[in-house]
Each structure stands twice: as structure tokens, then as C-alpha cells.
């Protein structure tokens, strides 16, 4: 089966921290660009994190820069997410994203309250 599953979202206080996992089956996650994305309440989706099939180049969006991480490891067919100094407006649903195939994951809430 093609799917891309995330997990390690939950509830955190603000200044913590939380690492996503995706994990892909069905698909050779090696050749592919991977992606994070995230949805908050009311808002368009947006893109947080991109990173390369080699994982040679990352890019990140403004908000998120020198707080999140993007790494993966392709012979566990997994792509990550670390995210530290956590902000009540990270708050979203956040999403993997095969960026080639446009394949989606089902999503993780990450919750960022005190």
C-alpha cells in the first residue's frame, strides 16, 4: 500500500519540543523531495520544511528558521521533523508531503499551549 504515515504530534508547553516522524511504505522514499506542511485552524496550508532526496539541501520557512529541522533517513524510509522553542502559533496539523508524486500524509496535530 502507498501511504505516508506521521506521528510524534501532542500537546507541548511553549519554548518545548517535539520531533514528527513520517514514515513511508509503498514508495522508494530515496528519489524523492520530502516536505512538512502545516494547516492551522482557519488558515491555507503552508510549507515548513523541504528537503532533497540525498538530504544534501533543506529549506525552511521564515518562521520556523533556526528553530525546526528537517533530516531523514532513507533506508528506514523515514523523514523527520524536529521542532524546538515551540510557539502557541506553530499550533497545526502538520502534514508530510511526497513532494514528486504529491503524496500526503494523513496528519499529526501538534498543540503548543500552556
Known amino acids: 500500500q502507498v501511504q505516508l504515515v506521521e506521528s510524534g504530534g501532542g500537546l507541548v508547553q511553549p519554548g518545548g519540543s517535539l520531533r514528527l516522524s513520517c514514515t513511508a511504505s509503498?514508495?522508494?522514499?530515496?528519489?524523492?523531495?520530502m516536505a512538512w506542511y502545516r494547516q492551522a485552524p482557519g488558515k491555507q496550508r503552508e510549507l515548513v520544511a523541504i528537503i532533497t532526496s540525498g538530504g544534501s539541501s533543506t529549506s525552511y520557512a521564515d518562521s520556523v528558521k533556526g528553530r525546526f529541522t528537517i533530516s531523514r533517513e532513507n533506508e528506514q524510509k523515514t523523514v523527520y521533523l524536529q521542532m524546538n522553542d515551540l510557539k502557541p502559533e506553530d499550533t497545526a496539523v502538520y502534514y508530510c508531503?511526497?513532494?514528486?508524486?504529491?503524496?500526503w500524509g494523513q496528519g499529526t496535530q501538534v498543540t503548543v499551549s500552556s
Open positions: 509503498g514508495i522508494i522514499l530515496s528519489i524523492n523531495t
Open positions: 508531503n511526497a513532494v514528486s508524486i504529491n503524496l
